[in-house]
């Protein structure tokens, strides 16, 4: 089985571009699922069941999405296995713009909008940074000269990923993505061992643990204080 993982800001077009993938992919009688990780709430698992693709969601509550998503892995893969499937696809939350769930060796997609501003790619870390593929979502909104210029800020960032524009309402560009997530020399039957490509955030702090107070005599642990001191003579 080939595991291939999206992951991107909120409301990029994740699950659009993912849905117009698996068309693409099922139009070549290629086996496909996929696990949705999110925080609170989704129901775009209902999509994926209403299109016929099996499906699981799993729903991290207080924990960060991408920890969750590393605690599970390897049981998500072991579900795409126990289903026979020739490609699994795991879409993440992405929420904060630092994490990034990706593993080594495994195939990793970020999708990213032209609506989010020009200096979004900038912002975001290891999401973007890492990916061997950055989706370009929404151009048809924007003009050509925009879209241009954003996608100059994505290489920019991210200078050796393969690049692409989809429309997630028509599907255009979808084809030729589906034409690279399928690898024979990248199937596995598990994760255990692999690697990230890419450290977690570290915050265990009293906050992580339910503290709910606010004051310096409740922080415990990994806490990271603003230097708002006032620079003078040029220090």
């Given at each position: ?110 999708v ?6 020009i ?67 990248k ?8 690697k990230?490509?890419?450290?977690m ?35």
């Amino acid at each position: 089985m080939n595991l291939v993982v999206f992951s991107g800001p909120p409301s990029s077009g994740k699950t659009s571009v993912i849905m117009k993938t698996i068309d693409a992919l099922k139009s070549q009688n290629i086996n496909v699922g996929v696990v949705k990780f999110d925080c609170l709430y989704t129901d775009d698992d209902v999509l994926y069941e209403k299109a016929g693709i099996p499906v699981r969601k799993g729903l991290s509550g207080s924990l960060c999405p991408d920890h969750f998503f590393v605690s599970n892995i390897e049981e998500v893969v072991q579900w795409g296995v126990e289903k026979n499937l020739d490609l699994l696809i795991t879409e993440s939350a992405g929420l904060c713009n630092r994490c990034s769930p990706y593993i080594k060796e495994i195939k990793g997609i970020c999708v990213i909008d032209n609506l989010s501003g020009i200096n979004t790619p900038k912002k975001i870390g290891p999401m973007l940074r890492s990916a061997d593929i950055v989706v370009i979502t929404k151009g048809d909104i924007v003009s050509q000269a925009e879209r241009e210029v954003f996608e100059s800020k994505v290489n920019s960032v991210n200078p050796t990923a393969i690049t692409m524009h989809i429309n997630g309402l028509t599907g255009q560009g979808a084809y030729e993505l589906s034409t690279l997530l399928l690898d024979e020399k990248k199937e596995i039957n598990t994760v255990k061992g692999m690697k990230l490509r890419f450290p977690m955030p570290s915050a265990l702090c009293s906050y992580c643990l339910g503290e709910t107070r606010i004051g310096e005599q409740y922080q415990m642990g990994n806490v990271r204080k603003m230097d708002l001191e006032d620079k003078k003579d040029g220090k």
